[in-house]
């Protein structure tokens, strides 16, 4: 094929594109004309559903709490404390940007976190009860359990533990935390967010009760805190435990030394023969070995039990969430206006495609 049959080929098929869109916009216009008062009134129907759906939609309330976590608890160790705190593998820090942050990310969306939170006692409508007893009334799950030989007997005792519940309420307690994250982390209900140049974390619950809201936000919250500290505080307490062990152990031998020096020393009765000599040399050696020994376990267990005071971590919050929380509401405007073209392209094209066809 030369040159000039490719060109005609092209242009052939640009003439043929052009005349099928020609044709096409032709066959739309026909259309619009034709069915003008049917789309019209469609688009009418439309931004009608699209208001009375805003109209009668639950207003939400976002409970934004936003807060800071300090990367070096340790308040400015000296480099023989910082030292002494990764021999021992204390691990004071928390890590306050990058991985410290991701970490808190994937507590909040974690079941134990969630489940904990909702096994908290709060006020919600001026009812003090189990957050998870406020959501299942909320949701109405007690209605749709009625039918469950297990679920519809459910009960939540008051300071019961995440980890002490039975089957019925591991059961319940899935589908609720199910509702609040949703499928890997990706309700609306419960967002979390941080920012790495700050380093501030934001932590939000968006619920129809603004109540339970804020009280489900706090709760999630104080779990976060309070695990961070318990393990922060495990291996500089585990560290504290054995040393203290140690040092009592070196204390019962100093002091049996130092009873045996001085039982010789009562017996020789001022007579030292050189046989007492080389003996109360070896105690006396005895002595200061174990003196010395005592005196480093006991300033590195100083040490330690410092750590394990200025280990805790540091969370500071900048903003939290009260009462009154402004709702977000669906705008009518945008809903009505929505609805009105939606249902007139559906319609439109319903029309063009029914012409086609016939």
Do not use: C
């Amino acid at each position: 094929m030369n040159t000039n049959d490719i060109q005609q080929s092209f242009q052939e098929e640009e003439e043929f594109g052009i005349k099928d869109l020609i044709r096409i916009l032709k066959t739309w216009k026909e259309v619009f004309i034709k069915n003008i008062f049917k789309i019209l009134i469609a688009g009418i129907i439309g931004g009608a559903i699209g208001f009375a759906y805003a109209y009668h939609s639950v207003p939400v309330y976002n409970a934004q709490l936003k807060f800071v976590m300090r990367s070096d608890p340790g308040g400015g160790l000296s480099s023989g404390l910082a030292g002494l705190s990764s021999i021992l593998g204390s691990g004071t820090g928390v890590g306050g940007t990058g991985s410290g942050l991701e970490r808190v990310i994937e507590l909040i969306g974690s079941d134990r976190i969630i489940g904990n939170a909702i096994l908290k006692e709060a006020e919600v409508n001026g009812k003090n009860d189990l957050l998870v007893k406020h959501y299942i009334d909320q949701q109405g799950y007690k209605k749709q359990w009625e039918k469950d030989s297990l679920l519809n007997k459910v009960q939540f005792p008051s300071s019961i533990l995440f980890t002490d519940l039975n089957f019925t309420q591991r059961k319940a307690i899935k589908i609720v935390i199910g509702s609040l994250i949703g499928k890997d982390n990706t309700s609306k209900l419960i967002a979390k967010s941080f920012d790495k140049k700050s380093g501030v974390v934001t932590l939000a619950v968006t619920y129809k009760n603004e109540d339970f809201a804020i009280q489900l936000t706090n709760s999630i919250y104080q779990e976060v805190i309070e695990f961070y500290s318990d393990q922060s505080l495990a291996a500089t307490s585990n560290n504290v435990q054995v040393l203290t062990k140690k040092a009592d152990s070196i204390r019962r031998e100093l002091d049996a030394t130092r009873r045996e020096f001085a039982k010789n020393s009562d017996q020789a009765l001022g007579l030292l023969l050189q046989e007492d000599k080389v003996e109360n040399k070896s105690l006396s050696f005895k002595e200061n070995m174990l003196s010395l020994m005592y005196a480093e376990v006991q300033k590195n267990l100083e040490t330690l039990k410092y750590l394990e005071a200025s280990s805790m971590p540091s969370f500071s919050i900048i903003d939290q969430p009260y009462s009154p929380i402004r709702p977000d509401k669906k705008s009518k405007i945008k809903f009505s206006i929505g609805g009105f073209f939606a249902l007139i392209l559906f319609y439109f094209f319903f029309s063009w495609f029914k012409q086609q066809l016939k």
